[in-house]
């Protein structure tokens, strides 16, 4: 990334004209969009964002890595949330706004991180405006289609596209959809298309409460776990009171792993399993049971321990429970 680029933490808002173009194409379907919530994770100062809310009827959220650029977008959107988009996952959503940063990151271009994270975040028969440099578009373009029908590409306006030689594709989120390959050729100007923007999922549009929620990763690292282990009161005990750090001579097994969770390491840390986050809390109960004793007709009572792992789903409430 270019020196400014860093300066700016990736910040590049949409150009004046694109913004007011698309804005004019969405204003067709403002009755199927309105009273729905629009979500922009790369949200800046908010200008974007509250431009397509005022202009639809719809409400807004954004999520923004940089302070001072969050608490402008906080006076513009009705709720932003300060941190990393990569961070959060999103759900039930109208429309999504998605100017990601153009660079990579872990290995992967930031804008197919961002498409991924975020590609589910709409609700079916809602909209997707996605603004990115048209080289990428082919790369993208199996992971936008496996969810969503492209309904309008286009680059953007001359004077705005020399910039970053950008491209805004309009997608729409429908219950059946198959990854599709990239439709090569030269795109028109944004200024050029004829007609109006053709939806076809108003049908499908049914409101939701929106979620926008911090996440770990898919999994914790080493490094996550033992930061989140030495949170837990067992284990300042141990390493605090005693100055050690208990190391087994021999590798764990899942018995064991079970018994730290139930004994509460982990408990109410987030994890994420098979993509869905989950808050886990472990429980651990004494409970006094009757055996035969050593003479015939003879009862002992022993005090046994019973364990159970208790997982939250956050998405939808549902409790798990293993004992």
């Known amino acids: 990334m270019r020196l400014e680029a860093v300066a700016k933490a990736g910040f590049y808002p949409t150009p004046p004209r694109t913004l007011s173009l698309v804005v004019e194409l969405l204003k067709g379907h403002a009755p199927h969009l309105r009273g729905h919530w629009a979500l922009d994770p790369c949200a800046g100062e908010g200008e974007a964002l509250s431009r397509v809310g005022q202009a639809l009827g719809m409400k807004t959220q954004g999520i923004e890595l940089d302070a001072g650029r969050a608490e ?9 949330h300060r941190g990393d988009a990569l961070r959060y996952w999103a759900s039930g959503f109208g429309l999504l706004w998605l100017n990601p940063p153009y660079d990579y ?3 992967e271009r930031l804008e197919e991180a961002f498409l991924k994270r975020y590609l589910e975040s709409v609700l079916p028969g809602g909209i997707m405006v996605l603004l990115v440099p048209e080289r990428v578009l082919p790369r993208l373009w199996p992971v936008l289609t496996a969810v969503y ?14 910039a970053f030689r950008q491209a805004v594709v309009v997608a729409e989120r429908v219950p059946y959809a198959a990854p599709q390959d990239y439709p090569h050729g030269d795109l028109p100007h944004l200024e050029d298309l004829e007609g109006g923007l053709r939806l076809l999922g108003a049908a499908y549009l049914r409101g939701a409460r929106p979620r926008v929620e911090p996440v770990k990763g898919p999994s914790l690292s080493p490094e996550e776990a033992l930061a989140a282990a030495r949170g837990s009161p067992l284990w300042a005990e141990v390493e605090g009171e005693r100055g ?14 079970a018994l730290l969770l139930a004994g509460g390491v982990l408990d109410l840390e987030e994890v994420v399993m ?7 809390l472990g429980v651990l109960e004494k409970e006094a049971v009757r055996v035969e004793g050593e003479k015939e007709g003879q009862e002992v009572e022993l005090e046994v321990f019973r364990m159970a792992i208790k997982a939250l789903n956050l998405l939808t409430g549902e409790l798990l429970e293993v004992k």
């Open 72 to 80: 402008r977008a906080a006076q513009v959107l009705d709720k932003v």
């Open 105 to 107: 990151g872990d290995g």
């Open 149 to 162: 029908e492209p309904r309008l590409a286009a680059r953007l306006p001359r004077g705005e596209y020399e």
């Open 244 to 257: 050690i750090v208990p190391r087994p001579l021999l590798p764990l097994k899942e018995a064991h792993l």
């Open 274 to 280: 098979d993509g869905v986050p989950h808050l886990i």
